[in-house]
Structure formats: structure tokens, C-alpha cells
């Protein structure tokens, strides 16, 4: 029987690409999400691309009887990879305790499930715990900074949890990867981002414009000490980030690991400009963009990228797929949501 690795958080955009790349590599995905922010359709989605409906369970992470219940009832779950948690940035300035109280109340009923029996996490962190940071591209051993928004806390916080935890306890082997932007979908275009109302991000306020669901995009800024004015990130394909955790969960398996927590950057390397990420979309799709420059938007650093080396030289791992692709792949998933609503 292959191992069984839960990924909470399962139904939702980074959680189903990984479930993919969890069957193709060989294992058995099974999924625990509460639907909070994500669509149970999903799941037929991921049926049409594996072939068999993932095993799927309903409930809340923060519900501390059910989690401890359902790891108890399978002990055969080898490794977890969570992604479970609130994570609008936005959202988390008006809402801090919800986002508190959700993100670490999940995580540690997770964790405390492990203080007697072997377990391989990998936790889903973030760039955004480096601020804007003093080097690019930023190593994984540039200093945290203090974060902008809780959401960028709770990211903060979770690593010092999982830190301390790994430190007295061996039984945990813990990945934390820090993804840039992720953006994109799967090649299918039967799964991809869902955001709910207005997108926050980036690239599906893009799609959205362009498909005629919004209107005018604004550009935040184009008065930042960078090529064009626009701030600076480093855009990385969803499926190529889904990879990275199967990546880390072979590792753990491997034995290699140095040490039982881990940190790394997941994320091409490579800085892009919101301007041009425009051009890029325009350029690959054939689409004509309607933008407008606005006034910056608070708490966005001017830029931001990645030193991945650390992660080709341990993870094995490296993005192959560039911004056309992400471009691509995110318009085609725009049009069959259009035609195919959840
Ligand atoms: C990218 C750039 C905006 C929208 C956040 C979180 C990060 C992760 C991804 C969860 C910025 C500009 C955006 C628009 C714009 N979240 N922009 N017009 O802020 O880099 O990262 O989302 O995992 O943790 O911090 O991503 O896509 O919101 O913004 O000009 O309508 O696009 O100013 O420069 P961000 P983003």
C-alpha cells in the first residue's frame, strides 16, 4: 500500500494541485478540509485528472475531539502536509482573531496528535515572513522580519511553534516551505484558484478583467525604485510549487534531512514586475488588458524574490515552468469556470 500522506486543506487551490502530484508520485493522497473556502466539486475535479476520487473527510482542524479521533483512527498516515488556514492579508487586519485562533488552534491540534509516534510534516509558510528584505534575492537565512498584516504573524508565529516543537521532540521531521506567488493552474484547466469575490491577488483580478467579471485593473504603484515603477515579485507556476512538497516529503523519507526542522524558499528565483506581468499575460494569451495606474497599496513591499539553491541542492527540486505558462494556464482556467461554474 502506498503511503498515506494527509493534506489538510485539500479541496483548496495549492492543497488539490499537491494531491495530484501526490498520486502521480506514487502515494496516497487523503484529504481533510471544512470546506471553509473551498468547493466540494473539487473533488470530481480531481477524479477526472487521477482517475479516483480521493479519499475525503469533512471537518475542522480547530475541532480538537475530531482531529485527535481521526489521526488516531489512521495510523497508517505516514506524513501531512498542511495547508488548512486563513490566508487574505487583508482580511487578517480586520479579522485578527479569527485568523489566530484558526491558524494555530489547527496546527497544534495537529502536532499534539505526535508527541509519541513518528510524523513527517510540511507546513505551508510563506515569503511574506522576510518583509522587505535588506539582500535579493532573499536566502533562507535572511533575519524574519516583523510582519505586516497577522496573516503574515500567524506564518511567523507557526514556524516558532514548529521550531520549538522539533527541538525537544524527534519524533517530528517538519518542512517548511516558503512560497513566493503562487499563481497558475493545472494543464487540465480542471482545477485552479477560487478566490471568493473580489480577487486580492494579482493575476486572477487579471483573468477576472479579462474575461469581463471586472473591470479596470489597477496597478498599486508605479512610482517603486524598480524598472517600471511597479513592485517586484517572484511568480511562481502552482504546479511546480506542488511538486516542491513532494519533494520535501521525500526528503524526510530519505533519512538525508540535517536536522528534524527545515526551511526553504519555494520559487523560481527570478523577480517580475506587476507591469510586466501584464505585458507577459497580454503577450501568451493574445488578450488585450484594460489597466490603470493607482495610488500604492498599503503594507505591499516594493520587491521581493527568491535564492532557491538551497532548495535544488536538498529538495532536488527546481520550477521548470515560466511566466507564459502561468499566464496561459491561469486564462484557460478563467474561461472553463465561465463555462463551467461551481
Ligand atoms: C502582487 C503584486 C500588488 C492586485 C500575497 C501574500 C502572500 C501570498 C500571495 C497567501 C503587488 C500588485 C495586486 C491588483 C496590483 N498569500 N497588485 N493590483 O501581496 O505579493 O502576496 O498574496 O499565500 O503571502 O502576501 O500578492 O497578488 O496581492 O500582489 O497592482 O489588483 O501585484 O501591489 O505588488 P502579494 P498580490
Redesign the pocket.
Known amino acids: 500500500m502506498a503511503n498515506k500522506i494527509l493534506v489538510t486543506g485539500g479541496t483548496g487551490f495549492i492543497g488539490s494541485h499537491t494531491v495530484v502530484e501526490l498520486h502521480h508520485a506514487g502515494y496516497t493522497p487523503v484529504i481533510v478540509d471544512n470546506l471553509s473556502n473551498s468547493s466540494i466539486k473539487i473533488l470530481d475535479q480531481l477524479e477526472k485528472i487521477i482517475g479516483y476520487k480521493p479519499e475525503f473527510h469533512e471537518f475542522d482542524l480547530c475541532d480538537e475531539a475530531k482531529t485527535k479521533a481521526f489521526l488516531a483512527e489512521n495510523p497508517d498516515i505516514t506524513g501531512i502536509i498542511h495547508f488548512a488556514a486563513y490566508?487574505a492579508?487583508g482580511e487578517s487586519v480586520q479579522k485578527p482573531l479569527d485568523y489566530y485562533k484558526n491558524n494555530f488552534v489547527s496546527l497544534i491540534n495537529l502536532l499534539d496528535a505526535y508527541r509519541d509516534k513518528a510524523i513527517n510534516f510540511v507546513f505551508s509558510s510563506?515569503?511574506?515572513v522576510y518583509g522587505q528584505p535588506d539582500v535579493l534575492p532573499v536566502t533562507e537565512a535572511a533575519p524574519v522580519k516583523k510582519a505586516e498584516s497577522p496573516?503574515?504573524n500567524t506564518k511567523q508565529v507557526a514556524e516558532e511553534i514548529l521550531k520549538d516543537t522539533a527541538s525537544v521532540n524527534k519524533n517530528y521531521n517538519i518542512v517548511a516551505l516558503r512560497?513566493f506567488?503562487?499563481v497558475g493552474a493545472h494543464e487540465s484547466a480542471l482545477i485552479g484558484e477560487l478566490p471568493i469575490g473580489v480577487p486580492?491577488?494579482?493575476?486572477p483580478?487579471i483573468t477576472q478583467s479579462a474575461i469581463g467579471k471586472r473591470g479596470k485593473?489597477?496597478?498599486?504603484?508605479n512610482d517603486y525604485n524598480t524598472v517600471d515603477g511597479?513592485?517586484i515579485?517572484d511568480y511562481i507556476h502552482v504546479v511546480d510549487l506542488a511538486k516542491a512538497h513532494v519533494a520535501a516529503i521525500q526528503r524526510m523519507e530519505s533519512g538525508k534531512s540535517a536536522d528534524n526542522y527545515e526551511v526553504y524558499n519555494i520559487g523560481t528565483g527570478k523577480g517580475t514586475s506587476?507591469l510586466e506581468i501584464i505585458h507577459a499575460f497580454e503577450k501568451s494569451t493574445g488578450e488585450k488588458l484594460d489597466y490603470q495606474i493607482g495610488p500604492r497599496?498599503e503594507g505591499?513591499v516594493e520587491q521581493v524574490y527568491g535564492d532557491v539553491t538551497k532548495s535544488t541542492q536538498e529538495l532536488g527540486w527546481k520550477a521548470d515552468l515560466g511566466i507564459e505558462e502561468m499566464m496561459k494556464s491561469a486564462w484557460e482556467w478563467e474561461k472553463y469556470i465561465k463555462n463551467n461554474p461551481f
Do not use: H
Open positions: 490566508k492579508v510563506s515569503c511574506t496573516y503574515g512560497y506567488n503562487p486580492q491577488n494579482l493575476v483580478f485593473i489597477t496597478v498599486f504603484g511597479s513592485c515579485r506587476v497599496r505591499d
